[in-house]
């Protein structure tokens, strides 16, 4: 069994003690996020758990945890996303300099293999046109350099909950203008900032994936990805490369290629409050849910009865 911690939200950013909480007490609660009577003990036991991918956008509050966590015998790796937007898109990230730093930091402390870079998604807009992310991308790669190995590149979807958003920032930035990169009439788009990604990263050492796109990028040498990636996690702990019995995730969309996991996260528990976000409704939807967080609980929100889970 794989743990995801988590797509849902950044567990490592703001809920690092909790979750070391958990697997101290070695189970957590599994809740549908769309019926919180719906949950279910998952064992946290480092003999039941394949390996933990970390997703996130700041992972300093966990640092302090990696030796215990390396002590108890895990296997983890860090897809960690790292944009330059402007504040109408991710209005309340730490300076882009001090988020590089602590990039540097955790690669520093695990390698670089094991610390993914998610330049995600790729916004195209009149704010962000495609020579910004030209740019962009090349100066974060020369200071990524050795950091990490693997660029993973994805286009935003337009989910309801990022319409409604956007929708909104219009209304206060009427001059906002996005355009879908991956529509077959963007052709000529896509391809000047493809070929661009694809120079960039072999002059500064990535190997690039793209996240569950539909779009063929292989033209320009991008491979579909597994974000969730069984053999990486294979070489991301303790005697490394000890191979893992894995499946395709059939719960995610058919483009994408993650290995079957279980997430532990939950929506709308996120304070970052990025524009682009699936998983947060609204700032507020954030607070009212953040005020049923009970940092003892077995689950992120709400709480459960207590008692040892069963084997998985």
Request: net charge neutral.
């Amino acid at each position: 069994m794989i743990i995801s911690a988590s797509r849902r939200t950044d567990i490592p950013a703001f809920f690092a003690d909790w979750f070391m909480q958990r697997v101290r007490e070695g189970y957590v609660y599994r809740v549908n996020p769309f019926n919180a009577k719906q949950a279910k003990p998952v064992s946290l036991q480092p003999e039941d758990v394949d390996g933990i991918v970390f997703w996130t956008k700041q992972p300093k509050p966990l640092l302090r945890h990696l030796d215990e966590l390396d002590g108890r015998g895990f296997r983890y790796y860090f897809q960690h996303t790292l944009n330059d937007y402007p504040a109408l898109f991710e209005p309340k990230l730490a300076p882009l300099d001090a988020r590089i730093e602590h990039l540097a930091e955790l690669s520093g402390r695990i390698g670089a293999e094991r610390v993914v870079w998610r330049y995600d998604p790729i916004i195209v807009s009149t704010v962000t046109p495609v020579a910004y992310h030209i740019e962009t991308i090349a100066a974060l790669a020369e200071r990524l350099r050795g950091r990490s190995v693997r660029l993973v590149i994805s286009f935003m979807d337009m989910y309801g909950k990022v319409e409604g958003r956007i929708a909104r920032l219009r209304q206060q930035h009427p001059e906002l203008a996005l355009t879908d990169i991956a529509d077959p009439r963007q052709r000529g788009l896509l391809a000047e900032l493809m070929q661009a990604v694809q120079t960039i990263a072999a002059r500064t050492g990535f190997t690039v994936q793209s996240c569950a796109e539909a779009v063929d990028l292989s033209p320009w040498g991008v491979s579909h990805g597994a974000c969730i990636d069984a053999e990486l996690l294979a070489r991301s702990g303790p005697g490394g490369g000890g191979g893992l019995i894995h499946r395709k995730d059939r719960n995610q969309r058919p483009e994408c290629l993650c290995t079957e996991a279980v997430d532990i996260g939950m929506y709308n528990t996120c304070l970052f409050n990025c524009t682009y976000c699936y998983a947060v409704q609204s700032e507020q939807a954030v607070r009212a849910a953040l005020q049923r967080h009970v940092p003892g609980s077995a689950s992120l929100l709400y709480e459960y009865g207590s008692g040892e889970p069963p084997r998985q």
